[in-house]
């Protein structure tokens, strides 16, 4: 057995996506330095939303305003820290993973409870995980993370085995992730319209009340007492109350922040990050983990069964320059088929580098001959790729703009996000232009593999799939970095994945409330934030 009791570390994990003005905690206690609430301040913020959540159960949205709502409510077994990918105890104090992959056991602490005052027992636990298989499609991403999952072995009320058929190397980490935070019994038990609604988790702020494209409203919770060892401080959270007004237009949020309607605002401009970057503002930054915006192929459609095709789009794609006219100033072009922030990332800005020069000269080599049109075309048909997206049209615009200049004809398929993931259904696509977030590595078997229910890129690679499957179920954390490296490289040299855009999460508040910190997903912990001045 492979024992943890205290931390984990999955692998070191480079510097990603600066954070401005605000650090994240990733210590014990008290931080360094951390902010405390100012003597007759109101701890009370407004932070406005860029969009209506939809449903506020943490098990069941993939949006991500939801998402950071959510992390308030809910507690997860374990936590990540965002720099080091160190895995680090929560409502679990201690566990343990077989060594082929397929059991993990947990010890609860004993002390925590639900905001409905019903306490937290392996049992509860058990139900959380069997009902997010009930789920099914409802509960996408959770239900990822217990890919092949056969139930859970409760031992006692602090003690239970969860259980898969197959290895699920992603597991651990996904217990870190909101997706898989544990409500009470009564929650869990619910219709999946009452847990949309209100959902009861153990976090150190409660719902009170959640009007559909008006606002939510959360409290903080009486007696809370068990944040991890990575927040920065113990005890209740400092924010009384948060109010978040739902404010769809961009303008009107930056406006409210500038004007002093609103404390916080989620997910700034990039466009208008240069003009809050003063001393009257804290910016936080973190790109997404996981896979970056990208190209992803399906080899089986059009002409991308050919290497040198797709091998020349990647070439012919400048990434700080599509980084730029996306306007993110705390970004970085992606400089891997995994971003900055994800654990076990590789950089191989090399085999990702912008060369239009060497784009032409493989095309050329491969029988393309450039057109009177500026395309190339090879036995009379035009070098013509199409890529299908609901999102990031100006990603994708700055793209074809680019890839016309080296003679290959990129034409955007825009649908809505029902018809996108309609077209995964059916495999009727060439590229699909999207990015998925996950914590962990194995999110490229999830991306790439045959075996994958997610499946996006359709390749047909031997060797890519043994290497795959050999990751999910290495525990070594050193020799599965081995592989992972191996599978970067491979995705990347052979153009199954073509990344285009490292997406951030970009927030704004005030000076004078500080500490919003990110967790190891990129959503936001309001736990340790505090006003320190009107």
């Not at 990015?435 to 047909?460: A, E, K, Y």
Request: proline share 4%; aromatic share 8%; with cysteine.
């Amino acid at each position: 057995m492979i024992t943890r009791t205290r931390t984990a570390r999955w692998a070191a994990v480079p510097a990603g996506v600066a954070v401005a003005a605000v650090a994240l905690s990733a210590c014990s206690g008290e931080a360094d330095g951390a902010a405390t609430p100012a003597a007759g301040v109101d701890q009370d913020i407004v932070f406005a939303l860029m969009e209506d959540a939809g449903c506020v159960d943490p098990q069941q949205t993939s949006v991500t305003t939801a998402l950071n709502v959510g992390r308030q409510l809910t507690d997860s077994l374990l936590d990540q820290d965002p720099d080091t990918g160190e895995i680090v105890p929560w409502l679990a104090e201690s566990w343990e993973v077989s060594d082929d992959l397929t059991s993990y056991t947990f010890t609860l602490r004993d002390d925590v409870t639900f905001s409905d005052d019903t306490a937290l027992t392996s049992e509860v636990v058990a139900t959380n995980f069997d009902t997010i298989i009930e789920l099914g499609g409802s509960a996408s991403l959770a239900g990822a993370y217990l890919e092949g999952y056969t139930g859970t072995d409760v031992i006692s009320d602090t003690e239970f085995t969860v259980n898969f058929a197959e290895p699920n190397v992603a597991f651990l980490q996904g217990a870190t992730t909101m997706s898989l935070g544990i409500l009470s019994e009564a929650s869990a038990t619910a219709t999946p319209e009452e847990r949309c609604a209100a959902p009861i988790g153990s976090g150190p702020f409660v719902l009170d009340s959640y009007v559909a494209n008006d606002s939510i409203v959360i409290d903080r919770r009486e007696g809370y007492d068990w944040a991890s060892e990575l927040r920065g401080h113990e005890g209740e959270a400092y924010l009384e109350t948060v109010t978040f007004p739902i404010i769809t237009e961009a303008s009107v949020r930056t406006g409210g922040l500038s004007s002093g309607e609103y404390d916080a605002i989620q997910d700034l401009p990039y466009i208008d990050e240069s003009r809050f970057t003063t001393d009257e503002y804290n910016l936080y930054a973190k790109a997404n983990p996981g896979v970056p915006n990208s190209f992803v192929v399906n080899t089986t459609q059009g002409l991308l069964g050919d290497e040198s095709v797709r091998q020349a789009i990647t070439m012919g794609l400048d990434r700080d320059q599509i980084n730029v006219i996306a306007g993110s100033v705390s970004g970085a072009a992606p400089t891997s088929v995994l971003t900055s922030s994800t654990p076990g990332f590789t950089d191989l800005g090399d085999t990702l580098a912008y060369d239009p020069d060497g784009a032409t000269a493989v095309l050329e080599a491969d029988g393309w001959e450039l057109g009177s049109d500026g395309i190339y075309e090879r036995d009379g048909q035009p070098l013509t790729v199409t890529v299908t997206a609901f999102y990031a049209q100006d990603v994708l615009e700055a793209a074809q703009q680019q890839l016309r200049e080296v003679g290959i004809d990129l034409q955007l398929n825009m649908v809505t996000a029902g018809d996108f993931f309609g077209a995964i259904a059916t495999g009727d696509y060439e590229m699909l232009g999207a990015g998925l977030t996950r914590t962990d590595p194995d999110v490229l078997r999830v991306l790439l593999s045959v075996d994958s229910p997610s499946r996006w890129g359709i390749v047909d690679d031997a060797e890519l799939e043994a290497l795959l499957q050999e990751q999910s179920m290495t525990a070594d954390v050193d020799a599965r970095q081995e592989i992972v490296d191996e599978i970067q490289e491979i995705v990347a040299e052979r153009a199954y994945v073509i990344p285009t855009l490292q997406t951030v999460q970009l927030h704004a508040s005030r000076a004078g409330v500080e500490g919003i910190t990110f967790d190891s997903a990129s959503r936001i912990h309001l736990y340790d934030t505090v006003v320190t001045s009107e």
